[in-house]
C-alpha cells in the first residue's frame, strides 16, 4: 500500500479499531483501579464492620481476612452480575444508578439496624456477666454465699454445644445488598462498544482492587486493634462493635460515605 510514495504495510481498518479500543480501555481499567481504591478508603463500611467484630468476638487474622474476603467478594460480585444483566437487557446507565441507590440505602438501614440489636445485645450480655453475691441458708444456722454471673449459672460440660456463629453470614447478607456505585458507569462504556473483553477488564480491575484494599485495611487495623486493652470496659466490646457499626451506618445513610 503507497502512502505518498512511501510502502506501508497494508492493515485492515478493524486492526486500528481495536487498536483504539484497546488503549481506551486501559484507561478506563487504570480509573476504575483509581476509584475502587478511593471508594474503598473513604467507605469506612468496607472495613470497621470487620475489624470491631473481629476484636469483639476476638477472630484471628486468618479467620477475619477470609469472612472480609467473602464479603467483599459479595459485595463487588453483585454489582457486576447486575451490571451484564443490564448490558445483556439494554438497560440505561440512569436506570441501573437508580437501582444501585435503591440497594445502597437498604443495605445502609441492614447496617444501622445490625449495629443497634448487637450494641443492645452486648449490652445485655454486659450486664449479665457482672458478678453478683447470693446468700444461702442452711440448716442449723450455716450461711454462706457465693459469687456468680448469669451467663455461666446452670450450665454443665456436658449440656455445653457449640452454637452457630450467625454474625458472618448477617454481614456477608449486608454486603451482597451494598452496591458498588461507580462501577457501572465504568463497565457501560466498553459495553456501549460491544468489547465484551473491556466489560470484564474493567469490572475485574474495579474488584480487584476493591478487596485488595478492603483487606489490607483490615488487616494491618486488626492487628493494630489486637493490642488495644480496655481494662474493665473489656465486658462491653461487644457493646462498642455494635455501637461502631450503628455509626458506620449512620455515616453511610446520611453523609454518603
Not at 488503549?23 to 469506612?44: E, N, Y
Not at 451490571?83 to 445483556?88: D, L, T
Not at 449495629?115 to 450480655?125: D, K, P, Q, T, V
Amino acid at each position: 500500500m503507497l502512502r505518498s510514495g512511501v510502502r506501508v504495510p497494508y492493515r485492515p481498518p478493524i486492526f486500528y479499531r481495536y487498536q483504539m479500543i484497546d488503549s481506551q480501555i486501559w484507561v478506563i481499567a487504570g480509573t476504575a483501579a483509581s476509584i475502587g481504591f478511593v471508594h474503598t478508603v473513604l467507605g469506612p463500611d468496607h472495613y470497621l464492620p470487620f475489624i470491631v467484630m473481629s476484636r469483639a468476638r476476638q477472630w484471628t487474622l486468618a479467620k477475619t481476612l477470609f469472612i472480609s474476603f467473602l464479603c467483599g467478594l459479595g459485595h463487588v460480585s453483585s454489582s457486576i452480575v447486575l451490571g451484564f444483566v443490564g448490558i445483556a437487557l439494554g438497560t440505561a446507565v440512569f436506570k441501573l444508578e437508580a437501582i444501585e441507590s435503591i440497594r445502597g440505602g437498604a443495605a445502609a438501614w441492614l447496617l444501622i439496624g445490625f449495629g443497634f440489636a448487637y450494641f443492645i445485645w452486648g449490652l445485655h450480655r454486659a450486664i449479665r456477666k457482672k458478678p453478683h453475691k447470693h446468700v444461702h441458708f442452711h440448716g442449723k444456722g450455716d450461711v454462706h454465699e457465693h459469687v456468680h454471673t448469669h451467663e455461666s449459672a446452670h450450665t454443665h460440660v456436658h449440656d455445653q454445644k457449640k452454637q452457630a456463629n450467625i454474625t458472618p453470614w448477617i454481614l456477608f447478607a449486608i454486603f451482597v445488598f451494598g452496591p458498588c456505585e461507580p462501577l457501572i458507569p465504568l463497565v457501560m462504556y466498553p459495553a456501549a462498544k460491544h468489547n465484551t473483553t473491556g466489560v470484564v477488564v474493567v469490572a475485574l480491575t474495579f474488584g480487584i482492587i476493591t478487596i485488595l484494599t478492603m483487606l489490607t485495611i483490615i488487616a494491618f487495623a486488626s492487628y493494630g486493634v489486637s493490642f488495644v486493652r480496655l481494662g474493665k470496659l473489656e465486658k462491653y466490646a461487644h457493646a462498642l462493635a455494635g455501637a461502631m457499626i450503628f455509626i458506620s451506618g449512620l455515616s453511610v445513610q446520611f453523609l454518603g460515605l
